[in-house]
């Protein structure tokens, strides 16, 4: 099965944002902190909350996903970034 990346919108620096990086991460089996290297090279963001829903209803448990995304996260796009991320997933995933 094929997985295509969806362009979802910009952010306020003009970089694109992407959906289905859940997808894409599980069906061809990229670690997650190779992707989002890639994307960061690219000026590509994760549409985040999209990731997340997406690896809900694969059947992951919210700690697990807050994990795998932190420690990626804070490899390609840096802690201070990840700290945002990480923070608000948090606060509208509860």
């Known amino acids: 099965m094929k997985t295509k990346l969806k362009v979802v919108g910009r952010t306020e620096e003009g970089k694109v944002v992407?959906?289905?990086?859940?997808?894409h991460y599980s069906t061809t089996g990229l670690p997650l902190d190779v992707m989002f290297d890639?994307?960061?090279?690219?000026?590509?963001?994760?549409?985040?909350?999209?990731f997340y829903v997406e690896a809900v209803q694969a059947g992951m448990k919210?700690?697990?996903?807050?994990s795998m995304l932190d420690a990626a996260i804070a490899d390609?796009?840096?802690?201070e970034?990840?700290?945002?991320?990480?923070?608000?997933?948090?606060?509208?995933?509860?």
């Open 81 to 94: 970034f990840r700290n945002v991320v990480i923070e608000r997933l948090t606060l509208i995933t509860k």
């Open 62 to 66: 919210r700690a697990r996903i807050l």
């Open 18 to 23: 992407v959906a289905g990086v859940f997808a």
């Open 38 to 50: 890639c994307f960061h090279r690219k000026q590509i963001v994760p549409d985040w909350l999209t």
């Open 76 to 79: 390609s796009y840096g802690a």
